[in-house]
């Protein structure tokens, strides 16, 4: 059974990084053909794709944001890291992890996501 | 970067109807090596992550009902929904994944019952 589950803080400061942590199983990132991606979703918004990094470490990111994430892995601890920085309230949104697989090409199993808040 | 473009923005359909929605691309993203178009449709309900309904444009995912089906390809895209149900009622999405980064996402369709 394939679950993934968002971690990180509810409310965050103009200016500071963000740090989010998906935590999954029934799957392993070392798998070939395996991704997670993050997705962010404003409130009555559409989705945004904002970063995603494959079994072999590759790492991906929207062009837009490039500069301020930055996407890791522990496979150890099976769990991807996404850090943003010098958050805005234009930031604020529901945060999704998602997985990948070479079967659907596609974001076949999805987080609950994470409400993140950006205000002083 | 592939821009995705849904049409309606929304759509209201009587119970038992059927419901149409339109997703078209910036440039193609059918790859001809392995004959697939690399799009995606995901149906999200309020509360709720999106669930994934459709790969590789017309590919139904284990678990969704045969009422949801998709057609299309190079750049145009069609989510059919047949004999619409009361628990369809969702925002819809279309999603690239053909090209790096991928990702892409259509605005959202919202669908209502008439």
């Known amino acids: 059974q394939v679950t993934l589950r968002e971690s990180g803080p509810a409310l965050v400061e103009p200016t500071q990084t963000l740090t989010l942590t998906c935590t999954f199983s029934g799957f392993s990132l070392t798998t070939s053909g395996m991704c997670v991606s993050w997705i962010r979703q404003p409130p009555g918004k559409a989705l945004e794709w904002l970063a995603l990094i494959d079994w072999d470490d590759e790492q991906y990111y929207t062009t837009s944001l490039e500069t301020r994430l930055t996407i890791s892995k522990d496979t150890s601890k099976n769990q991807v890291v996404l850090t943003m920085t010098n958050m805005d309230p234009v930031d604020t949104a529901t945060y999704f992890c998602?997985?990948?697989?070479?079967?659907?090409?596609?974001?076949?199993?999805w987080g609950q996501g994470t409400l993140v808040t950006v205000s002083s | 970067d592939i821009v995705m473009t849904q049409s309606p923005d929304s759509l209201a359909v009587s119970l038992g109807e059927r419901a149409t929605i339109n997703c078209k691309s910036s440039?193609?993203?059918?790859?001809?090596?392995?004959?697939?178009?690399?799009l995606a449709w995901y149906q999200q309900k309020p509360g709720q992550p999106p669930k994934l309904l459709i790969y590789w444009a017309s590919t139904r995912e284990s678990g969704v009902p045969d009422r949801f089906s998709g057609s299309g390809s190079g750049t145009d895209f069609t989510l059919t929904i047949d004999s619409l149900q009361a628990e369809d009622v969702a925002v819809y999405f279309c999603q690239h994944y053909y090209s790096t980064p991928p990702g892409t996402f259509g605005q959202g369709t919202k669908l209502e019952i008439k």
């Open positions: 440039q193609s993203i059918f790859f001809s090596l392995n004959d697939k178009n690399y």
């Open positions: 998602a997985r990948t697989s070479t079967v659907t090409g596609a974001l076949d199993y």
